[in-house]
């Protein structure tokens, strides 16, 4: 028997609600399907960067050296810096 989900004023308090809450209290996910979305475009928009060679240069050994592609590690590197100014 599962919990019955609350009614929600704001997007903001269903996810505090979800974020200190298991699901698994009010879904019985054995009853969940796969969900497909083969028509789902990709949430990412191309931008030209002009860097320093050198920079570029580096950001790939370092990229290398974790075996990713080096646009992923920048990718990756600026999400780390946005979290961290979030958190600031």
């Not at 200190?20 to 990709?42: C, G, I, M, T």
């Not at 590197?77 to 946005?82: A, N, S």
């Amino acid at each position: 028997m599962t919990n019955p989900i609350p009614q929600f004023q704001s997007e903001d308090e269903e996810r505090a609600f979800w974020a200190e809450n298991d699901s698994a209290d009010y879904l019985d996910w054995s009853q969940a399907e796969r969900a497909v979305f083969p028509n789902l475009k990709l949430s990412t928009k191309t931008i030209s960067l002009r860097l320093p060679e050198s920079m570029l240069n580096e950001l790939k050994s370092l990229a290398n050296k974790r075996d990713v592609p080096y646009q992923s590690f920048i990718k990756m590197i600026l999400r780390e810096r946005i979290d961290q100014e979030y958190q600031a």
